[in-house]
C-alpha cells in the first residue's frame, strides 16, 4: 500500500501523465477516471482522447496542447470536452 506522499509523488510525475494520456488513447479499452472537481466533490467519468470513440462533430478543429497540470478529455456520458488535474486523480479503471 502506497503512503500518500508516494502516492501524490507518482500522479504528479511526468511519467504517470504520459501513462494516463496512453490509456485514455487506447481504442480497446473503456477509461474511468475518477478525481477530485475543483470543488472538492468526487467524480467518475467514462472518458477518451480516441478520436475513433468521439463522435465526429465533435473533433477538436485545431490542435491543442495540455498543460502539464491537466488533461483534456472527451465526456463519453455528457458528450463534450472536460478537463481535469492529473493531481487529483484517485484511480483509473478500463474495461477492456
Do not use: Q
Not at 46 to 60: A, G, L
Not at 64 to 74: Q, Y
Amino acid at each position: 500500500m502506497m503512503t500518500e506522499t508516494e502516492r501524490n509523488e507518482l500522479v504528479n510525475s511526468p511519467e504517470f501523465r504520459e501513462w494516463l494520456i496512453g490509456i485514455l488513447a487506447d481504442d480497446n479499452k473503456s477509461t474511468i477516471i475518477t478525481f477530485v472537481k475543483k470543488d472538492g466533490t468526487l467524480r467518475k467519468m467514462s472518458c477518451t482522447r480516441n478520436p475513433s470513440k468521439i463522435p465526429v462533430e465533435h473533433h477538436p478543429k485545431t490542435e491543442t496542447t495540455d498543460p502539464s497540470t491537466s488533461i483534456r478529455v472527451f465526456d463519453l456520458e455528457k458528450n463534450e470536452w472536460r478537463s481535469f488535474l492529473v493531481a487529483n486523480v484517485k484511480s483509473v479503471d478500463y474495461e477492456f
